[in-house]
Antibody
Framework: QVQLQESGPGLLKPSETLSLTCTVSGGATTTHYWHWIRQPPGKTLEWLGY???????TYNPSLTSRLTMSVDTTDNQFSLKLRSVTAADTAVYFCARSYYDRSGHPYDFDIWGQGTLVTVSS | EVVLTQSPAILSLSPGERATLSCRASQSIYIYLAWYQQKPGQAPRLLIFDASNRAHGIPARFSGSGSGTDFTLTISSLEPEDFAVYYC??????????FGGGTKVEMK
């Protein structure tokens, strides 16, 4: 059974870089799309982007300038870096998995990590 | 960007009652809509994909319908564990993939 687990610092100062890693257990990162999604406290979900095992990425256009995703298929991990954070980046960050169709379009998020709270505060 | 509008924001019902949740898209998304359930402190769980298909292990009391711009999630008879927040999400027009604002189903 595939499981995802996020890890990384829970507290950052404004202007710092948020770095999170998602470890995939029970399956390989060489299939599926691997996504990051966040949820500010009390608010709805925001999709950040995804990465495929070959390193190709698709990001939310609203965050492209600050976002970098990477994947390590050897260690079955994928990562997120979000630069120049502000208080607006305070959220629970989830990693999630989706299949994709023959055209490369992502399907729905069928497996999620438990989420990790990242707080940005001076 | 496709905007998904969910209504009502809060639905107050009793166990055994029927719940009807709505999700409206700002443009046609065909059938490419999913529904998720989220309980406090937990990750969302996929309930319905492609508007009307139940995900693996989802009870039959959950059903989805709709196409184009108007979609509905129905819970035929609420169980105590169904009180949660429900989100719709589209994959028809991306990036970005987008979510609705959520409907909280609370116990009356």
């Amino acid at each position: 059974q595939v499981q995802l687990q996020e890890s990384g610092p829970g507290l950052l100062k404004p202007s710092e870089t948020l770095s999170l890693t998602c470890t995939v257990s029970g399956g390989a990162t060489t299939t599926h799309y691997w996504h990051w999604i966040r949820q500010p406290p009390g608010k709805t979900l925001e999709w950040l982007g995804y990465i495929f095992s070959n390193g190709s990425t698709t990001y939310n256009p609203s965050l492209t300038s600050r976002l970098t995703m990477s994947v390590d298929t050897t260690d079955n991990q994928f990562s997120l870096k979000l630069r120049s954070v502000t208080a607006a980046d305070t959220a629970v960050y989830f990693c999630a998995r989706s299949y994709y169709d023959r055209s490369g379009h992502p399907y729905d998020f069928d497996i999620w990590g438990q989420g990790t709270l990242v707080t940005v505060s001076s | 960007e496709v905007v998904l509008t969910q209504s009502p924001a809060i639905l107050s019902l009793s166990p055994g009652e029927r719940a009807t949740l709505s999700c409206r898209a700002s443009q046609s998304i065909y059938i490419y809509l999913a529904w998720y359930q989220q309980k406090p402190g937990q990750a969302p769980r996929l309930l319905i994909f492609d508007a009307s298909n139940r995900a693996h292990g989802i009870p039959a009391r959950f059903s989805g319908s709709g196409s184009g711009t108007d979609f509905t999630l129905t819970i035929s008879s609420l169980e105590p564990e169904d009180f949660a927040v429900y989100y719709c999400q589209q994959r028809a027009d991306w990036p970005p993939l987008t979510f609705g604002g959520g409907t909280k189903v609370e116990m009356k």
